[in-house]
């Protein structure tokens, strides 16, 4: 896989906000995944999304992607104290199973 | 299904000690996985396994650092002897056929 590249670094909302979390990528790819990890906690698979789709939802998540522009958003809605974690994009290119992650962002929902 | 199981959940040990960490991961999952993450390199793979064979070592830092998975249900890491920048969690994940890896814990190691 590839190292995403999660923007912004940081972001801190209000609750009940949205939050929205993109990512960036280099060569083409399988598949894209979205991880959470809360603090001193392991990651958290939150959504896996194929090359073939644009959209897909799970509760309050929505994941874009866009192949021709390498890049996919990750759209947190009516956001919560919970959803305070870092959240990290890794593009699967198939071929290779490992997982290569960035930085991520660091979201701060403040109550 | 109780998940990826790691222990110990934390470690402190002595400059030049054994380490020995331990990960069971979830029946039927056919990868390993083992990283590594501390605040300046963030979450780095050390190696995984396929079917309890390992596929790619290149991310284990030195000969000190050595992983085994004698069967499907068991992996552990060893750092033998361990020194300071080796304090870092250390986390291992399953997944089956390459979709959505299962992230145990971690266990917190601090080596003095």
């Known amino acids: 896989s590839q190292q995403g590249e999660e923007d912004p670094q940081a972001l801190s909302i209000q609750e009940g906000e949205n939050a929205t979390m993109n990512c960036s990528y280099k060569?083409?790819?399988?598949?894209l995944q979205w991880y959470r990890q809360n603090s001193g906690r392991g990651l958290v698979h939150l959504i896996l999304?194929?090359?073939?789709?644009r959209e897909k939802h799970s509760g309050r998540l929505r994941v874009t992607l866009d192949t021709s522009k390498k890049s996919s958003s990750l759209l947190i809605t009516a956001s919560r104290a919970a959803d305070t974690a870092s959240y990290f994009c890794?593009?699967?290119?198939?071929?290779?199973?490992?997982?290569?992650f960035g930085k991520g962002t660091k979201l701060t929902v403040n109550p | 299904d109780a998940g990826v199981i790691q222990s110990p959940r934390h470690e402190v040990t002595e400059m030049g000690q054994e380490v020995t960490l331990r990960c069971k991961p979830i029946?039927?999952?056919?990868?390993l996985f083992w990283y590594r993450q501390t605040m300046m390199r963030g979450l780095e793979l050390l190696i995984y396994?396929?079917?309890?064979?390992?596929?790619?070592d290149s991310g284990m830092p030195e000969d000190r650092f050595s992983a085994k998975m004698p069967n499907a249900s068991f992996s552990t890491l060893k750092i033998q002897p361990s020194e300071p920048r080796d304090s870092a969690v250390y986390f291992c994940?399953?997944?089956?056929?390459?979709?959505?890896?299962?992230f145990g814990s971690g266990t917190r190691l601090t080596v003095v």
């Open positions: 994940a399953s997944s089956e056929q390459r979709y959505g890896y299962t």
């Open positions: 060569t083409s790819i399988n598949n």
């Open positions: 999304i194929r090359s073939n789709e």
């Open positions: 890794v593009a699967v290119q198939g071929g290779s199973e490992k997982l290569v």
């Open positions: 029946s039927g999952h056919d990868y």
């Open positions: 396994f396929n079917n309890n064979v390992p596929i790619d």
